[in-house]
């Protein structure tokens, strides 16, 4: 029996119950969808928007990365995630900006927010507390509150979909009943076959993490839906998993790093190669990917073809996203190591910290 299967070792490893909180992503989105129904819509002006800035970092800003994935082809307005410290100049009053950071002290995210405000820009908040909290109370301005106590990147069910759904309801995004019914029941039906108690042999999430291994992942994603989620899935290969991980996307790779696994053959046979697949690519996205695979396939120990399921955009996302989520949490634990600690980030902010 491997470590995935033996239930009291994945509790000793899991201290902290990473792999709970993962289980119960199908409830997350549910209550996320509650609490988008109980949002204050009447604080948000409505008028025509010349454009739409999601702030944010880590966790918090991949809300940002996967709408403007989700919208990008449906929307004539240009839609900017910013993760730094400012905001870029071509955001004005005419822009709507969605502040969102877990704990609601992100320190780049309160920056660019009060730079947005200054500007008159239209602000929704989307916050458990903190400092964000109080400036959407302070200035009056729409506040998505949502629930305290996890790692900010186990709590994206709560960042993403009220967030997506508050943009839905005031006619910025397209998302219609229909799918949001195919997205829950779909992740719904993958908390059940990816949960600790599936075994290995027919726990799809689980043979990915016993493929990986102690190898590094490299993940390919497409332009457009599944580059963010392959980004999604680089962050919790290093924040879950404890693990060096790199992401690229089609066909841009094709321009340069195709070409980057000439040679260090010994080092490479060490990496695992996974790659999103669609039903229905793209002729020219189709050859792109199996020439990829056939020109490179040699340097690796490993390539992994992961089927993106559902009909949807909102159920292909999401639902390849949670794959990668649960996955690099049994990665963690099949290497012993507990998901939920970062200490390294910690270090670095007690650091900031004292700057003031």
């Keep these: 029996m491997n470590i995935l299967d033996d239930l009291k070792k994945v509790r000793e490893v899991d201290k902290e119950g990473m792999l709970e909180i993962e289980e119960n992503f199908y409830n997350q989105l549910m209550e996320a969808k509650e609490i988008a129904s109980g949002v204050d819509l009447k604080k948000i002006k409505m008028r025509t928007y010349k454009g739409i800035a999601f702030l944010g970092m880590g966790g918090s800003g991949f809300t940002g990365d996967l709408i403007k994935g989700l919208m990008r082809d449906d929307t004539g307005i240009p839609v900017e995630v910013v993760k730094g410290y ?18 609601g002290n992100t320190e780049e995210t309160i920056s660019t927010v009060n730079q947005s405000l200054s500007r008159g820009c239209e602000v929704v908040c989307v916050t458990s507390g903190g400092k964000l909290e109080k400036i959407a109370n302070d200035y009056s301005k729409c506040l ?80 457009g839906l599944l580059s963010p989620v392959a980004f999604r899935w680089k962050c919790e290969m290093n924040e879950n998993s404890k693990a060096p991980c790199f992401w690229a996307e089609f066909p841009e790779l094709n321009h340069n790093e195709t070409v980057g696994w000439g040679r260090l053959e010994d080092i490479t046979s060490r990496f695992v190669l996974i790659v999103f697949r669609e039903k229905e690519e793209n002729v020219r996205i189709k050859t792109r990917i199996e020439t990829t695979i056939k020109l490179i396939k040699g340097n690796f120990s490993e390539v992994i073809e992961i089927p993106v399921e559902g009909k949807s955009k909102l159920a292909r996302a999401l639902s390849t996203m949670y794959l990668g989520d649960i996955v690099s949490v049994y990665l963690a634990i099949l290497n012993g190591t507990d998901p939920t600690p970062v200490e390294k980030i910690q270090v670095l902010k007690s650091k900031l910290a004292k700057l003031g």
């Design 144 to 223: 998505i509150k949502i629930p305290s106590g996890l790692q900010p990147r186990g709590a994206i069910g709560y960042l993403f979909f009220p967030t997506f759904l508050v943009l839905g309801h005031l006619k910025l995004v397209n998302v219609t009943d229909s799918e949001i019914k195919e997205s829950l029941n779909l992740i719904r039906k993958k908390c059940s076959l990816y949960k600790r108690e599936i075994s290995s042999d027919t726990n799809y999430a689980k043979s990915i993490a016993l493929k990986i291994g102690e190898n590094l992942p490299i993940i390919y994603g497409t332009d």
């Design 86 to 103: 400012n905001v870029p100049a071509c955001i004005d009053d005419d822009w709507l900006v969605v502040a969102v950071s877990y704990s």
